[in-house]
């Protein structure tokens, strides 16, 4: 998932834009997106959320952070929420904060 993550910035920014979008509107309605941390850290500019029953609450997170840009994975997590807040702390601990 790391490396997706990384390879998605490296090969496509033209288009990763997209993965920071919070909501979009399709045929005059309004969609929703999943990524809860977009709006918990500063720096966060997207990449995916997931769930399955087997993996559990599952996150990629790309950052702009003190030591540059960073990717973060959490998998396996009970709760969207546990998920979200694990990444936050995961991004401060290794990218030393936000720019």
Request: hydrophobic residues 30%.
């Amino acid at each position: 998932m790391a490396k997706l993550g990384i390879a998605l910035r490296k090969q496509f920014p033209q288009y990763f834009h997209y993965f920071s979008k919070r909501s979009f509107t399709y045929n005059g309605k309004t969609i929703r997106g999943h990524n809860r941390v977009l709006g918990q850290l500063k720096g966060a500019n997207g990449i995916k959320t997931g769930y399955t029953r087997s993996s559990g609450f599952n996150l990629v997170t790309s950052a702009k952070t003190k030591k540059g840009l960073v990717v973060g994975v959490i998998l396996g997590e009970n709760t969207g929420r546990v998920r979200d807040k694990h990444m936050v702390a995961l991004i401060n601990r290794y990218g030393h904060g936000h720019k």
